[in-house]
């Protein structure tokens, strides 16, 4: 039985902009492009299916004789009054770099056309670059639009030095350096509100985002190269969320901001007012398409920064790929793995870290639905590997993730071992361990306990997870609260004289 999961609707559209550059941008094969998509992007289709889409989208390496005539006395009439050689015939805009090719080829039939010399003289040496980039994904303003202003802001970004790769592979604004840190933050804090909203708990809201707007001023004003993809994703989470009230928040002021700061016609300031007018429409389908179009115009530049490219699939995979089933997230993010180390872009990186993670919890899910318990436990297992900086050096992933999975099978006991072991490593400084992750912990925690009857010990836990998420605004944890929450852990694996669980066998199915 055939193993490959083929391409459906959704997928090409994602898609699309890829096959565009494989197939008309580079000259590949047919062949070729569908060996590429293969394995860089786990993405399967037949030929016959390629040549389908690609007939629907106007996709062609082939120019008409009829097309290449309307396209040279059109050219020669706009240099008569001076506008700009960009053609279009039957609102179908021609590539005149094809029509120089074809004349190369074909220049004795196009003369026996009745084309006049000057015309063929003018297309072979006019400059053929559009005054801005062609998106030609058929959406109707302001979708293209935003497409389109993203394609510019990206090249003059990286033409004008605005953005420069760092020696360490990094990418960087010239503006400043500090972005990386704030959108972090920003998003640990957007993260537990939206998940306190939907629990209706009782927290200062306004105490706890206030320092989140106040990033939002120097992520602006820096231009932070990574700012745009991160943030874009940060508000789909909140959206698929349900938050669409916190989202809409953030993107009006994120918009209002930009142009007070940047002015109303720099890009950013456009990329925010285009967003907010694609929220009211649909959108879902046009945001793979933006990532796509952002990786491929990354990896284009002269200087590629893994950081950059890695760090915007990151934000793809949070704001499109995990909408999808678990085992499309695997399969491509492994795939995605394999092309990075292929192409060894990152090699000790933390969006590459991430990355990891993202891989290992989405294979975690997988072997859960698929009922392979045993697996599942040991998803996070060879993070261990890549070290304090990169990886998950004390094991506190890893014991986590065994809280989840037998929460979810049930074995509350078992579960509770688990997190309360990980619970006594929250305060441990680590890459993938922000409040966030440490709030999921103690929510992991509570419920098991509530499960188990345990009333006042998850009432406990749940007064210590506020008292953390109450000192956010503070913008670090007081050593008081996480002293007390230690101890209290501590005391319980001493006092009941807990032994780590038994491992999971798939007879528990």
């Known amino acids: 039985m055939d193993s490959k999961k083929w391409a459906k609707g959704p997928d090409w559209i994602v898609a699309k902009p890829i096959i565009n550059r494989l197939y008309k941008d580079e000259q590949r094969t047919l062949k070729e492009v569908m060996a590429i998509m293969e394995m860089e992007h786990n993405f399967h289709a037949t030929p016959k299916m390629y040549k389908t889409r690609l007939k629907e989208w106007g996709i062609s ?3 008409k004789s009829t097309e290449v005539v309307a396209a040279l ?4 009439n706009y240099q008569a009054v001076g506008k700009s050689s960009q053609v279009t ?6 590539d005149l770099e094809f029509v120089r090719n074809y004349i190369k080829r074909n220049k004795s039939r196009i003369k026996r056309l009745d084309v006049g010399e000057a015309a063929i003289s003018l297309a072979l040496g006019t400059n053929n670059k559009p005054p801005r980039p062609r998106v030609g994904l058929g959406y109707d303003r302001p979708a293209e639009e ?13 033409s004008g030095k605005q953005w420069f790769v760092d020696v360490d592979g990094s990418c960087r604004s010239r503006k400043g350096g500090r972005g990386n ?29 206030d320092p989140a707007f106040g990033y939002l001023d120097d992520i602006i004003r820096e231009e932070d190269p990574r700012s745009v993809p991160f943030l874009m994703s940060c508000f789909e989470v909140l959206r698929y969320r349900g938050r669409v009230d916190l989202m809409g928040l953030f993107l009006r002021y994120t918009a209002q901001l930009s142009a007070r700061m940047l002015g109303g016609k720099h890009p950013q300031s456009r990329i925010w007012k285009q967003c907010l007018e694609m929220y009211d429409e649909e959108h879902q389908q046009l945001l793979g398409r933006l990532y796509m179009l952002l990786l491929d115009s990354y990896q284009k530049q002269d200087q590629r920064s893994a950081e950059l490219e890695i760090g915007a699939y990151n934000d793809y995979c949070e704001a499109v790929l995990e909408q999808l089933d678990y085992e499309t997230q695997e399969g491509t993010i492994r795939q995605q793995l394999r092309r990075i180390e292929n192409e060894h872009l990152g090699k000790q990186s933390v969006e590459l870290a991430f990355l990891r993670h993202r891989h290992c919890t989405a294979l975690k899910n997988l072997r859960l639905q698929q009922g392979r318990h045993k697996e599942a436990e040991e998803a996070m297992d060879g993070l261990r590997k890549y070290g304090r900086e990169y990886g998950d050096w004390d094991g506190a992933l890893a014991l986590q ?4 999975v037998r929460l979810e099978v049930g074995d509350l006991q078992g579960a509770e071992w688990f997190y309360r072991a990980a619970s006594l490593l929250v305060n441990n400084n680590s890459l993938f361990r922000d409040e966030g992750w440490a709030n999921s912990v103690f929510e992991g925690l509570e419920k098991t306990l509530l499960g188990q009857g345990k009333v006042g010990e998850a009432a406990e836990v749940r007064n210590a997870r506020q008292e953390r998420i109450a000192k956010l605004e503070a913008k670090k944890i007081g050593a008081e609260v996480a002293q007390k929450l230690a101890e209290s852990q501590r005391n319980w694996m001493t006092e009941t004289q807990q032994r780590r669980p038994q491992g999971l066998n798939e007879e528990k199915r």
């Open 61 to 63: 390496k082939t120019v």
């Open 181 to 209: 840190f704030f959108l972090l933050d920003l998003w640990d804090r957007l993260d537990i509100a939206s998940k306190l909203m939907a629990e209706s708990a009782e927290v200062d809201l306004v105490r706890m985002l």
């Open 89 to 94: 015939i039957h609102g179908k805009e021609i």
């Open 146 to 158: 935003l497409l389109s202003t993203m394609a510019v802001y990206v090249d003059g970004a990286f």
């Open 401 to 404: 993730n065994r809280g989840d």
């Open 73 to 76: 006395q059109t050219l020669e």
